[in-house]
């Protein structure tokens, strides 16, 4: 059997919700799923609220690494393909995320060494904070988009009139919302914000 940890606690939770939605999570039931009781998580987690911050923290720590190699831009594109990944496939925490602030040790240290580059790169403070957290609602945004949290009810294709919406109609005929579609829209906003956060560094745009 594997030793009961913080860790073990928090991989449990995160399968939990993929399965039930936040919503669905409770100590009894997390518990249950670890084959102990709701008490004995207490030694681990303080409460449920640690909890979600541990999820948020388990899915944003995942997402980022900085290779030491690589520029600001490279960490920047890097880390919202790996947060969309991750949140693809935990559709169960994007609401957490997108609403809970970083609050963790482990969650904290990505985001300073995110600023570090950032700042080493010639961003002022605000600025590099701005920088992560514009690039981490995007991509927690664009998955909102494209995914349906555990339980809800997937969204129905409109039926659209040729004659009236002719655009939109054609670009539901062409594919509009399959998972090309998100990946191609994606990709193109991710480039359009990492090349307009390049003339904010160098200055050719104010900062605001």
């Known amino acids: 059997m594997t030793k009961m940890s913080r860790e073990r606690v928090l991989d449990a939770a995160l399968e939990l919700v993929d399965q039930v939605g936040v919503g669905g999570l409770s100590m009894r039931k997390l518990g249950a799923a670890l084959g102990v009781e709701a008490m004995t998580l207490y030694y681990y987690v303080?409460?449920?609220?640690?909890?979600?911050?541990?999820?948020?923290?388990?899915?944003?720590?995942?997402a980022f690494a900085i290779d030491p190699r690589a520029g600001w831009q490279h960490l920047l594109r890097d880390f919202a393909v790996s947060l969309r990944r991750e949140l693809l496939r935990h559709p169960g925490v994007l609401h957490l995320v997108a609403t809970r602030p970083v609050t963790t040790p482990d969650a904290m240290r990505m985001l300073e060494a995110g600023v570090t580059v950032l700042r080493e790169a010639g961003f002022g403070l605000r600025e590099a904070f701005h920088v992560m957290n514009t690039v981490a609602m995007f991509t927690t945004g664009h998955c909102l988009a494209e995914v349906d949290p555990p339980g809800g009810t997937p969204p129905r294709v409109p039926e659209v009139a040729p004659e009236e919406f002719p655009n939109i109609a054609e670009a539901i005929q062409a594919g509009l919302g399959t998972p090309e579609d998100h990946q191609a829209r994606f990709d193109l906003a991710l480039d359009t914000l990492v090349e307009g956060f390049a003339l904010v560094a160098r200055r050719e745009i104010p900062a605001g």
């Open 46 to 62: 303080p409460n449920k609220d640690a909890v979600l911050d541990g999820l948020v923290e388990r899915v944003m720590t995942r």
